[in-house]
């Protein structure tokens, strides 16, 4: 079973900003938390990755509460160009990652 | 700078067919991963590469095998492929270390009949 659980899907309207909450009740100590993107006929793409507070890049913004049993992705102004599917995941070493189903954004005009 | 490269990208094969999927990275990185992706699913590990020489199961690795002969590359075989291979596989590298970020190639889309 996947250690994060993440809405299945969600849509949004051009220039909104648009946040993706995942839980993850039981992440250890040393697990990192780590957001890919995937587009059809793609294979994902890492957005941004975090332990703790908050982490912004030229992409997104990551949010992460004191307990981290959850954290927030965040995208700023999206565009048709950022409907995609975005898996959440965390764990402390990348051969054990368990990939849920991620969540199917759709952004309309 | 290509980063990871699969061929090829579509495959047919029959029911007992052979085959090799061939993943190469020009990124010098350490670690190698083969996944598999079925509709509506999330990726499922198949095996994976620490190094050159070094190979290990991942969560579904029966009826697969693999090999890194070479740092840049991770070759995934199918010996005698069955319609539950039927899937999209996705190769993946990392650099040592936890949590460094996966890069993927494109994908090998495979249909067993």
């Known amino acids: 079973l996947a250690k994060t659980t993440q809405p299945i899907s969600m849509d949004s309207y051009e220039g909104q900003e648009v946040n993706i909450t995942c839980s993850h009740n039981?992440?250890?100590?040393?697990?990192?938390i780590t957001w890919y993107q995937q587009f059809p006929s793609q294979g994902p793409r890492f957005i941004i990755q975090?332990?703790?507070?908050?982490v912004t890049n030229e992409v997104a913004s990551l949010f992460i509460p004191a307990d981290r049993k959850s954290s927030t992705l965040s995208l700023p102004r999206v565009s048709l160009s950022d409907t995609a599917v975005y898996y959440c995941?965390?764990?402390?070493?990348?051969?054990?990652?368990?990939w849920g189903a991620g969540t199917k954004l759709i952004i309309k005009p | 700078n290509a980063g990871v490269t699969q061929t090829p990208k579509f495959r047919v094969l029959k029911t007992g067919q052979s085959m090799t999927l061939l993943c190469a990275q020009d990124?010098?990185?350490?670690?190698m991963y083969w996944y598999r992706q079925d509709p509506g699913m999330g990726l499922r590990l198949i095996h994976y590469?620490?190094?050159?020489?070094?190979?290990a199961k991942g969560e579904v690795p029966d009826g697969y095998n693999v090999s890194r002969l070479k740092k840049q590359n991770f070759l995934l075989g199918l010996e005698s492929a069955a319609p539950s291979q039927t899937s999209v596989y996705f190769c993946?590298?990392?650099?040592?270390?936890?949590?460094?970020?996966?890069?993927f190639g494109n994908g090998t889309r495979l249909t067993v009949t």
């Open positions: 993946a590298s990392s650099y040592p270390g936890y949590n460094s970020p996966l890069h």
């Open positions: 990124m010098n990185h350490e670690y």
């Open positions: 590469s620490v190094g050159e020489g070094t190979t």
């Open positions: 039981n992440i250890a100590t040393n697990d990192y």
């Open positions: 975090g332990y703790k507070t908050k």
């Open positions: 995941l965390v764990d402390v070493s990348n051969y054990q990652l368990i």
